[in-house]
């Protein structure tokens, strides 16, 4: 018998939130745990612009023969200039490589997997705090995880100083995680001057910045979410990203993202490309395609990508409203304390600041479900629950 030893593993502190929510009996119940985006109305609808594309496939697909290792190739290149735009230089010198992957997780996985096994890299830095997910990914991969000061709790915001002191102990080829914007679970991002000093670290340590983007065009707009990203592909000759279409297309089950590799030249750049691809190969032979021929359809089609853009502003917007609902909520609410942070936070994420006993609290007087960080996911607000959240939160504060 080889099962009947192996030990319970702890709920997931996203997902088993979740599943605590969908278990609580309570009929007024908020969840603001799982980072989704929810529309006024509370529901999480399929966009306009993807079911249109999924009309198109559906009259034109003819297949469903095995995808290459690396996926569908009008996906790897629309990928590739979300990411960097048409004229960056990394494109033209062809020195980006991009495999399609199942979802954030997936390329991150890829990514991590890769590196242990053709590099002599075995160290990865992430932020503290960070996605709950990362050091798990890592370590499974077979990472050394290490972390880096990101987050002031006294001023509540970025603690820039403290990220550079981490960093002065990286050694030559280690990663470091970065978030590409609206990052997870501070908000809080790297100002352009601050990329470019985190450019000329490592380019003079000699480390190589991996980029988790998962919500490109959820903080300011598509190309401005993508400057640091931009900036350090530039400056440095070596970088890895993982990118997500989970919350942007609002694909979250067709696990859909891609893994970029940039190397220093075209050639180092084909070769390494192999390895990956021996990576997908081993892992899951190759991957799904629907996901990924829904966003190269929307993105190589100038009228579903102008559709598409249209309703990641909407969401983006949304969001942005419901933060300065959201501050003002608790002020009507008669909270002192300032609050007024959270709306110079990007993205679907706000660190709240409560403590774990507040979250406790929260969840079993209020019914209101947030991550034990203290982590409340804005895009889960609504007109309709915001006196509700406030109330709660005044109330255990
Ligand atoms: N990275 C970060 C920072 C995330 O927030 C998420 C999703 N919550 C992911 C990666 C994973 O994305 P996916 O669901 O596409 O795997």
Partial sequence: MIFSDVELAPADPILGLTDAFKADPRSEKINLGVGIFKDEAGDTPVLASVKQAEAILLAEESSKNYLGIDGVQLYNKVVQELLFGNEHQVLKDKRAVTAQAPGGTGALRIAAEFVVRNTPSRVVWISNPTWA????????????????????????????????????????????????????????????????????????????????FAYQGFGTGLNEDAAGLRLLAAKVPELLVANSFSKNFGLYNERIGAVTLIADSAETAAVAFSQVKRTIRANYSNPPAHGALIVSTILSRPELRALWEQELTTMRNRIAEMRTLFVASLKAQGVKQDFSFIERQAGMFSFSGLNKQQVQRLRDEFAVYIVGSGRISVAGMTKANMDAICKAIAAVL
């Avoid at 403290?162 to 914007?181: I, K, P, T």
């Avoid at 100002?191 to 980029?211: D, H, M, R, Y």
């Fill in 133 to 212: 997910n990362h050091r798990s990914v890592f370590e499974t991969a077979g990472l050394e995880v290490k972390e880096y000061a990101y987050y002031d709790a006294q001023t509540q915001d970025l603690d820039f100083a403290g990220m550079l002191a981490s960093l002065a102990d990286a050694q030559c080829g280690d990663l470091v995680l970065l978030h590409g914007c609206c990052h997870n679970p501070t908000g809080i991002d790297l100002n352009l001057s601050q990329w470019q000093t985190i450019a000329e670290l490592c380019l003079e340590k000699g480390l190589v910045p991996l980029f988790d």
